[in-house]
């Protein structure tokens, strides 16, 4: 039987709250949701829901109020995992379906959820298990997805999702019990998902998004990307001057419309699907506008004297947006009074904090700290660049606050004027002496990629509030494209490639080579741990390779060699009264 979902209206409906009451009581886990795509991580904690999966029949009740807009429902994907189909190749996806339901059929009662081109089968797991993914790319060049959603993971059942129908296949929605849903766990997800890669590959052609296969795929776009730039421009005639000043006035009004929105030239590689960024827009997404993407704007609200020659703006537009940077980020003001000292360090706090993307300041240890890069000696004679957190000391706040942040201005009795001066001193050192800020908490500095104790990715520069950590990547350092939802036989190929690094440094047994791979993780995955084990390198003798390990690990960490100290002829003969203690460790 074919459930078709109601509308909804602005109003929150009571029909909504009885069907997450009944949810839980067949043994879901529902929560109120935006329903902008299918499928998204589970929405954090907030104040009024402690933890999604202790929800009480008056929590649920009291959603009408506190999540008044999310009027759609989902389940959180812990304990009910979901097997996702995104394929707009119909007969791939109707497959995919007919694969799943012979593999669940003697598992438990399976109810099918179709919303455009997606198609979801809810499961339950009493082994929690973070979410499964297969990417593959279609004959067409088209990417489609399977995912058995988990752990994490949040997935929409009720509602209207980003305006497309949704219908439930088998049974009323509220009907639904999470005790006779098909039974699974990870090894048989993964037995699931391989199952379904094997049919799209055989008898569709598909090919599994691999490192490479996707390299070959990105070299093919680029490549029908620039015929299709080249065919156009070879079509469409220059602008004429006249079209050229109606642009300026577009891209004037633009900007004055959209200040919130950066757009860049630099990101610009080939020009943009127009539907794509249209769509983008319609969806109230926040893209990275670039100067394609203006061109396609200015399109869509003047085709008819842009629409014959839009992919030859380049040049024109790059040449008027030059002559359009933004103005230099206005000061704040404040206004320096006896007796206001408490309001004037605040004032010159929230400045700082104003423009922390320019001038970041942190809290380490009791201390207002700023990153910096410095050179430090490195192993033979060798010099390497690092990031440090450097305590801010009265001058370095006078310079911030003076040169980014704030203005400061005492009354001129005499005048009768606000006149500016320096930043004083005593707001400067009251700062310091604080003790406690608005500025973000900082664990540390790391320079490559690292693991969130979630298992999400960290690879964003700057400040990472999740893991109060501050990713300073080094500007040669290249990282290839990772894989998302890597096979084991991918992580041993890995490993594979790790110890071949190895080969040549004298350990004397596994457990040793053991902890040179584990001293080469930490650094990259240590966002993830609360803490790490500290790697000590011992050798009964000078040139046995522990600076070169150390370098190994440093470079592949963050692209640059380890810092090192200068050895004192004190501790060298320490170290060679020692190395008869040692000569268990390498040879």
Known sequence: MT?????????????ITALRLQLRRNGLHPLPVHADSLSYPLPIRTPFMPDWFKTNDEDIRFWEKSCRDEICTGIAAKFTPALLIDSLIGPAAEAAEKVAREYLAKRGDIYAYFCGSTRLIPLKTDKPFAKLSRELFAPDDTIHTIEILGDGQ???????????????????????KREKLPSTQHKDAKQLLDAIVKVWIEQFGFILKTPANELKWVRRQV????????????????????????????????????????FTIDDITFVLDREAIVGLKE?????????????????????DFIVDWRDRLRHHVETIWAELKPAARERKIIRIAKGEIARIVDEAEAALLAVADVAPIMVRAGMLVQPIIDQLPASHGRMTQVVLLRPLTNANVVYLLNKHAAIFAHYDGRSKKWLAIDPPPSVATQLLEKGHWQFPKVAGVITAPTLRPDGSVLDQPGYDPATQLWYAPDRGFVIPPRVECPTREQAEQALALLQGLLVNFPFVNDVDLAVALA?????????????????????????????????????????????????????????????????????
């Open 3 to 15: 459930i078709a979902q109601s509308d909804r209206s602005d109003k929150f409906p009571p029909d």
């Open 154 to 176: 949040v997935y929409v059942v009720d509602g209207s999702v980003d305006g497309n129908n949704t219908r439930w296949l088998g049974g009323e929605l509220a009907s639904i």
């Open 223 to 262: 490549r029908l990307a620039r015929a299709r730039v080249e065919a156009r421009k070879a079509a469409n005639p220059e602008p004429t001057p006249q079209t050229l000043q109606e642009l300026r006035k577009l891209i004037l009004g633009l900007r004055e419309n959209h200040k919130e929105l950066s």
């Open 283 to 303: 969806n109230n997404k926040e893209p990275n506008f670039t100067v394609d993407d203006i061109i396609t704007l200015l399109d869509a609200c003047c085709s």
């Open 519 to 587: 001293a080469i993780l930490t650094p990259v995955l240590r966002g993830a741990f609360d803490v790490t084990p500290m790697n000590l390198f011992r050798a009964p003798d000078f040139g046995t390779g522990k600076s070169f390990l150390a370098d190994l690990i440093s470079i592949i960490a963050r692209g640059r060699p380890c810092q090192s100290s200068p050895t004192s002829t004190r501790s060298r003969k320490w170290k060679n009264a020692s190395a008869r203690s040692c000569s268990k460790v390498c040879h």
